[in-house]
Antibody, heavy 116, light 110 residues
């Protein structure tokens, strides 16, 4: 069974940094493209970033470009999101999601709150 | 302001059929597949329809998707109380070089 479990969220001050992790199990992690999607409180879904199977190809939403970095460790079956220069508008539940095109599997999400 | 436009809400009585729309443009829904997700309160989204009209295993046949031009639709027949949720459409946008979602439609079962 596919399992995606996010961790690393919490409260951070504006301008601060946070690294999210997503532990993958139940499938061959290195064979699947991965994504981060976020959802601000009471709002809709917002795609954040995508990474190819090898990690060579990465893409970002304009709202996070230059501040967030997606990466993966295929040996450890982990997906990461390094978030720098955080802003209040980055406050959201962050989900890791498997797939390219459609996102067939999602983690349970982790809350990131940016506030002083 | 979402790139894909969905009605904020739809409603129907148990047993009825409801549809909801997702309208985009030539740079997204007009050129790429549309996918639909169901999000129950307090849970992660679940893939409901992929590739415009395909259901993942385990999704009841009551859910169906279609697309014409730049507009896609999700239909639910035999409405049940447990269908009450938010529904989001998603596609790829070549102008933005990324994936985009609709703002979501809240389905209320009367």
């Amino acid at each position: 069974e596919v399992h995606l479990v996010e961790s690393g969220g919490g409260l951070v001050q504006p301008g601060g940094s946070l690294r999210l992790s997503c532990a993958a199990s139940g499938f061959t992690f290195s064979s699947y493209e991965m994504n981060w999607v976020r959802q601000a409180p009471g709002k809709g879904l917002d795609w954040v970033s995508h990474i190819s199977t090898s990690g060579v190809t990465r893409s970002y939403a304009d709202s996070v470009k230059g501040r967030f970095t997606i990466s993966r460790d295929n040996a450890k079956n982990f997906l990461y999101l390094q978030m720098n220069s955080l802003r209040a508008e980055d406050t959201a539940v962050y989900y890791c999601a498997r797939g390219f095109g459609n996102f067939a599997y999602w983690g349970q999400g982790i809350l990131v709150t940016v506030s002083s | 302001q979402s790139v894909l436009t969905q009605p904020p809400s739809v409603s129907g009585a148990p047993g009825q059929r409801v549809t909801m729309s997702c309208t985009g443009s030539s740079s997204n829904t007009g050129s790429y597949d549309v996918h639909w997700y169901q999000q129950l309160p307090g849970t992660a989204p679940k893939l409901l329809i992929y590739g415009d009209r395909n259901r993942p295993s385990g999704v009841p046949a009551r859910f169906s998707g279609s697309k014409s031009g730049t507009s896609a639709s999700l239909a639910i027949t035999g409405l049940q109380a447990e269908d009450e949720a938010y529904y989001y459409c998603q596609s790829y946008d070549s102008s933005l070089s990324g994936w985009v979602f609709g703002g979501g439609t809240k389905l209320t079962v009367l």
